[in-house]
């Protein structure tokens, strides 16, 4: 395969490889934590956090952490970082932490960060994985955004907080529970699809 | 008093008014007949006469020394024009025998049965395989195979298929009621040859008249025969149906009749039996129906085997300019013709030409589960799902609901509201079956 | 053996940096999270007791309760309890007189049910004059020997609430929790 | 008996004496050549088809059966606008119309072929009409009917491949986006007279256990979706469709029944905690539902076995939710939930088939 330019490794998080719509990874903190779109900002932020500084580590480590223990090494960096976060999260912002509930410590689990620790960043260098994580990040952050403004419009009437429909405007109720969620996320995976196939015919 | 029926099923209209009133009118000799070397089931027979050999009418032309297979007589006295591939009713191209009529007809008759009470079973067998007598009701098995159920099959029923259960169709309906003597007789010789006691006769209720006759000649002439009116149903002429019409007796499923005692012949085997044994008769005519609304003149012919349907419609006053479909045998089963020059064969029981006013074109609908092919199916099957599976080549899952059980009777396409293809479907899901397990069989060897 | 040894090392290695990244971290953030949490707890709490009173956070039996108190007579109790919603879990804080005979006030700090219906326990836009109406029924609300609740009618007794309407069960889980909690209170304060 | 065997030559004659006795001579064909029929065939514009068998059908067709149903469901359409005025005929119309169009843009997208002439979009609008108040807000039913049909129904795959009844999924879609507006119920005003807002009867039931008499329920006379509240246009073209089998009598037997039987089991048990079963059998949808919904063909079992199955656990679950649950009404509920056991219920209820049963030994 063609070496990929540093533009591209960048890029191809955002659309080509996003981690929700084409690689279906971190789906259960999207589903959660939407209902407002200041809850996925705030959570596709701290996702990219971590996962910019466990990449970082974990590409500059990666020749001296043993391949054994490797999971475990990522695990516990990307523990440390996650818990960073929250507690940053839950000291400046308590109503967002609040809002995001346990999802903010179930980034440890989170298949993206631990994907590209094992996918990526164990294999490449620091810059490119820095890209790279960077890139993922973004389109992680973009689609919850997309996602959340989406639910908070339709579902609340408002999008961070303001209220932005008309007067009479009725909240679809749905949209802020769960299955409003699905269907959603069915609908931008379905887009994107869409768009992909009309891109290559 | 209710009649005996089975259960499912369905009703179609019948459409017999076209010729039940017809009396069987006998086809003048053709020109041309085109004789294939299959026209039953079991291995092809091979031709034993060359191009340019004079033949005689019940001459045999092929034949094969296999036990499941029935010969083939020339229907007329003429010369062998060819051995080439021609239109076959069953839809491809097949090897017949191209034979041209000459002269006056001379017949060659079988070897000469004397008193058939006393002769013994194996030669009276012998006879009715060198007639080349196959069951005529069109699924076209060698009658001497019937006849001969292995040792440990204890038989105890005979039934005389005189259902006739397809729509359009007369022709056993018109050989009930006129040679009514030699089909009891046909069945009588069967019976003897089978050791069987018990004799009955199904016939479905809209043949009033052939069941009266029946009912008349078998009091007269004393047999012990028991006619048992049927009431119409579709498709009470499959053997597993009739059996259960008639006796309650369920065949299992991959079983035979005989499994359950039981053989099953047609009245048209029954007088072709009779006229070989009787008469010395191979098998070189049949009773076909010529009827449909397309049809001008809607006939019940007796007509020679190798005739082109052609001659059968010109015999008929031809067809109408808006014929919409043609077809061999039955609405319900029969196969659509696409050729005129396909001779009439053993299995042909009917050739039909409709106009579009009784065959609606119905655009196809995707399934919408309604269920109406699985309350209909008489052997119980789910064909929307055999269909599903059949598509998606979901091998096991044919297995699994049963799909080699299907009679391929066609009331779950005729029932369909979304006018799938059922039949054809599950036709294909059988054949896919089949080539899984001799792939499979294959790689264990 | 090489491989495990550095397995080891390379292993405490990281998780002895990650614990002392975190014990700074913890040192830093910790006083400004319990603060936090300190603000909302006695903002509830102050808004559920009367006013002007001093208040006291007492431990007794794994329970955590408030006592307020005004010129050294205890004047009542707040307390948090919860309880199963109609699709999730009531959270409310509860101040009680101090011979637990009446509800000074309830307020609910957490819920999570069905928007429109259930959620009229903490907000009704419907009703635009008072929006809190229904936890403000239970102000002065007598407990002895329950809280009941009635539908579509005016509340007769001072035990009794008025239902929402289309969202009963909401409204019945708010005074089951609250009638379980208070008597569980009840018993450990009393004790 | 045997028979002198006849020589060749006289076969002819022995079947014409015995057919036509009256004419002795062999019918002769016209000497003169007729034009062969197959060249008359192929010389006409028209061909003729070769196709499988069956060269016959049956008189259903999918159209066919959407149209029926639409017309039995006519009764009731005008007893509710009758009832509720010209409200009750814009939510339908709004409904149909908004179902056609996301059916028609659906095709386009999908380039399925245009399928809005089968009926199916029609019926799934009207029936989710039926199911909603009067009062609903116009804008409201058109998301619901295109939610229907797009979530319903097209994503699936369209006609035959849903899951779930689309107008009941429209409906719950509707009843988790506006719970309050859907169960804003209106009475019933005759032209002229402004509606008043009030509660179904099986809400009055379990808000003060007011039951409403048999005589209001039968006619329609009480508040309620546009098509749930009269009983006896329902069953007129319920008991329509059954006679012509375009619904399967299976479902609402055993569904109603299984209502009927529970609920009458528990009031014989307690009288004063639990309404009498007559009344839940009238009150609510389930009169509509087990018609006209639960017997929707593509989301109820094929099977004999699978449909008493699924009218018996959609009974009991009506009943479970109407006296226990949270809601005063259960029957889309109950519907969906057996809706979604459908593919099972066909799968663990295939019939014997004929000849399975090993039979018994013959003597």
């Keep these: 395969m063609k070496e990929k330019t540093a533009i591209q490794e960048f890029v191809k998080g955002i659309w080509d490889e996003n981690p929700i719509l084409v690689q279906l990874l971190g789906l259960c903190p999207t589903l959660a934590v939407t209902t407002a779109a200041e809850n996925g900002l705030a959570m596709g932020m701290a996702a990219t956090f971590v996962l910019l500084c466990s990449s970082f580590l974990v590409s500059m480590f990666r020749k001296v952490i043993p391949g054994q223990v490797r999971i475990a090494a990522y695990i516990v960096i990307i523990a440390t970082f996650v818990t960073i976060a929250d507690r940053f999260l839950a000291a400046f912002v308590p109503d967002i932490s609040k809002s995001l509930g346990p999802f903010i410590p179930l980034i440890i689990v989170n298949c993206i960060i631990l994907g590209r620790q094992e996918a990526f960043a164990s294999k490449n260098g620091i810059g490119r994985s820095l890209l790279d994580a960077l890139g993922m990040g973004l389109g992680f952050t973009l689609v919850l955004l997309v996602l959340s403004s989406i639910r908070e419009i339709l579902g609340s009437g408002t999008w961070f907080g303001m209220n932005i429909m008309w007067e009479s405007f009725a909240e679809w109720g749905v949209m802020s529970q769960a299955p409003g969620a699905f269907i959603t996320l069915g ?15 | 008093m209710k009649l005996s029926t089975f259960k499912k099923g369905l009703h179609p209209e019948d459409y017999k008014y076209f010729s039940h009133d017809k009396a069987i009118e006998i086809l003048p000799l053709p020109d041309d007949v085109y004789i294939p070397l299959q026209q039953h089931i079991g291995v092809t027979c091979e031709p034993v006469v060359q191009k340019g050999d004079r033949v005689k009418t019940g001459q045999v032309i092929a034949n094969t020394s296999a036990y499941v297979s029935a010969p ?149 002439i004393g047999y012990p025969f028991t006619v048992v009116p049927l009431k119409v149903k579709y498709p009470q002429g499959a053997e597993k149906m009739l059996i259960y019409s008639v006796l309650k007796r369920k065949v299992p499923f991959s079983k035979l009749p005989m499994d359950v005692g039981v053989v099953v012949n047609n009245v048209a085997t029954a007088y072709a039996v009779a006229e070989a044994i009787i008469e010395s008769k191979p098998l070189v005519q049949r009773v076909i129906t010529v009827t449909g609304d397309g049809v001008n003149e809607p006939k019940n012919l007796m007509a020679r085997l190798g005739t082109p349907f052609k001659n059968l419609f010109e015999a008929c006053g031809g ?15 029969g196969m659509t013709q696409y050729h005129l020059e396909s001779p009439v064969v053993k299995g042909s029981s009917g050739i039909v030409a409709v106009t579009g006013e009784l065959v609606e074109e119905l655009s196809t609908f995707p399934c919408i589960r309604c269920g109406a092919c699985v309350h209909t199916c008489p052997m119980n099957l789910m064909p929307m799902r055999l269909s599903k599976f059949s598509q998606a080549r979901a091998i096991d899952k044919l297995d699994e609901f049963g799909i080699m059980n299907c009679i391929e009777c ?36 | 053996m090489k491989s495990t040894a550095k397995i080891i090392i390379v292993l405490t290695l990281i998780t002895v940096i990650s614990g002392a990244v975190l014990a700074v971290l913890d040192a830093y953030t910790k006083p400004r999270i ?117 539908k579509n009618v005016k509340p007769s007794k001072d035990n009794e609430i008025q239902a929402i309407t289309g969202a009963t069960i909401s409204s019945a889980a708010v005074v089951s929790v609250l009638n379980k909690g208070i008597e569980k209170f009840k018993a450990i304060i009393q004790e | 008996m045997t028979e002198q065997k006849p020589a060749p030559e006289e076969l002819k004659k022995e079947i014409k004496l015995e057919t036509t006795p009256e004419k002795e001579t062999i019918k002769e064909i016209d000497e003169k050549p007729k034009p062969d029929p197959r060249r008359r065939l192929f010389k006409s514009d028209r061909m003729t088809i070769v196709a499988p068998a069956p060269h016959n059908r049956g008189n259903k067709s999918v159209p066919r059966i959407m149209y029926t149903v639409i017309a039995a469901l006519l009764p009731a359409i005008i007893i509710s606008i009758m009832l509720f005025g010209t409200k009750a005929m814009i939510t339908i119309l709004v ?67 849903n899951i779930f009844n689309p107008a009941l999924l429209g409906r719950a879609f509707l009843q988790a986006s506006f719970p309050v507006k859907i169960t804003t119920w209106t009475l019933p005003a005759f032209a002229g007279v402004d509606s008043v807002t009030g509660a179904t009867p099986l809400g009055q039931y379990f808000s003060d256990g007011t039951v409403t008499s048999l005589k209001s329920l039968l006619i329609g006379n009480v508040g309620g979706c546009i098509g749930e509240t009269s009983a006896i246009a329902l069953l007129i073209g319920g008991i329509f469709l059954i006679i012509i089998k375009h619904a399967d009598w299976r479902i609402p037997l055993s569904y109603i029944g299984t209502v009927f039987v529970f609920s009458g089991i528990l009031w014989l048990i307690n009288p004063e905690a639990f309404p009498n079963p007559l009344f839940m059998m009238f009150s609510g949808g389930l009169i509509l539902g087990a018609f006209f919904m639960a017997t929707d063909m593509v989301t109820s079992p094929v099977t004999p076995m699978g449909t008493w199955i699924y009218g018996i656990g959609m009974g009991v679950v009506l009943v479970v939710i109407r006296i226990w649950g949270g809601l005063p009404e259960g029957v889309m509920y109950s519907i969906l939930f057996m809706n979604g056991l459908v593919p099972l219920l066909n799968r663990w209820t295939r019939p014997k088939y004929f000849g399975e049963i090993q039979i018994e030994k013959k003597k």
């Design chain 1, 187 to 201: 609908c931008l995976i379905a887009g994107a699809n869409w768009i992909n196939a009309r891109r290559k015919a």
């Design chain 2, 72 to 220: 083939v007589h020339s229907s007329i006295t003429g010369v062998v024009k060819d051995i080439d591939k021609y239109y076959h009713p069953l839809g491809m191209r097949a090897t017949m025998i191209h034979i041209k009529r000459e002269g006056e007809e001379e017949w060659e008759l079988l070897e000469k049965t004397a008193d058939w009470k006393w002769t013994p079973k194996e030669k009276l067998l012998d006879t009715i395989r060198n007639a080349g007598i196959v069951g005529l009701g069109g699924a076209t098995f060698p009658t001497h195979v019937k006849l001969n159920p292995p040792e440990d099959k204890s038989i105890d029923s005979f039934i005389l298929n005189g259902v006739e259960c397809e729509p359009y169709l007369t022709s056993d309906d018109r050989m009930m009621v006129e040679q009514t003597d030699k089909i009891l007789l046909g069945m009588a010789i069967m019976m003897h040859i089978l050791e069987v006691k018990k004799g009955y006769i199904g016939i479905e209720n809209n043949k009033p008249e052939a069941i009266a006759q029946m009912q008349k000649r078998v009091v007269e």
């Design chain 2, 319 to 333: 067809v109408k300019d808006n014929v919409h479909r043609i077809f061999m045998g039955g609405p319900m089963m």
């Design chain 2, 410 to 445: 066609g009331s779950c396409a005729f029932v369909c509201p979304a006018n799938i293809p059922l039949v054809q479907w599950i036709k294909v899901g059988k054949v896919r079956l089949r080539e899984e397990a001799a792939k499979k069989a294959k790689e264990k060897a």
């Design chain 3, 34 to 150: 319990d603060a936090y949490k300190n603000k909302i707890r006695n903002e509830a709490v102050s808004q559920v007791l009367p006013e002007n009173v001093k208040i006291e956070t007492i431990n007794k039996a794994d329970q955590t309760f408030y006592k307020a108190s005004k010129n050294e007579e205890v004047v009542g109790y707040a307390f948090q309890v919860s309880g199963g919603g109609y699709q999730s879990e009531l959270v409310l804080m509860v101040g009680v007189t101090a011979d637990f005979s009446k509800i000074i006030a309830a307020k609910i700090l957490s819920q999570v049910e069905t928007p429109g219906l259930g959620t009229k326990i903490e907000n009704d836009p419907s009703n635009k004059e008072d929006p809190s109406w229904f936890v403000d029924q239970f102000k002065n609300l007598s407990v002895a020997p329950a809280i009941t609740y009635v």
């Design chain 4, 95 to 161: 409904a149909v119309f908004a179902a056609m169009v996301a059916e028609y843009a659906c095709n386009k997208i999908m380039k399925t072929g245009l399928t809005i002439d089968d009926g199916s979009a029609i019926l799934t609008g009207i029936l989710l009409a039926m199911t909603l108040p009067p009062s609903f807000p116009i804008a409201r039913t058109a998301l619901g009917a295109v939610v229907a049909i797009v979530f319903g129904k097209m994503v699936f795959g369209g006609l035959g491949a």
